[in-house]
């Protein structure tokens, strides 16, 4: 089992920046690919970025000016680094880790909350 504890959510005002950290613990090898999703109120769960144990990175293109994301593989760590947040940013923020070869995994983390005033 692996178990995904995501932190550095809070209330910022439109302009500001807030660094998302998801410390993975548990049984953890081996993690392929760590991504940040992102839920709205009444909108779906969607991907906001994403990096490999290469470090190979891809973001939505609407964050990609805006966000970075980035690992510490030692410690299980994702981050993501967040700029010039607008209010159309508020949303719970979900870590997912991803193990394709086997014995394959992926957890979700429990959320985060962002919340950008205007």
């Known amino acids: 089992q692996v178990q995904l504890v995501e932190s550095g959510g809070g209330l910022v005002q439109a302009g500001g920046s807030l660094r998302l950290s998801c410390v993975a613990s548990g049984t953890v090898f081996g993690i392929d690919i760590m991504r940040w999703y992102r839920q709205a109120p009444g909108k779906e769960r969607s991907m906001v970025a994403y990096i490999t144990s290469d470090g190979t990175t891809d973001y939505v293109e609407s964050m990609k000016d805006r966000f970075t994301i980035s690992r510490d593989n030692a410690k299980n760590t994702v981050f993501l680094q967040m700029s010039s947040l607008k209010p159309e940013d508020t949303a719970v923020y979900y870590c997912?880790?991803?193990?394709?070869?086997?014995?394959?995994?992926?957890?979700w983390g429990q959320g985060t909350q962002v919340t950008v005033s205007s």
């Open positions: 997912n880790v991803r193990r394709t070869a086997l014995p394959a995994y992926e957890y």
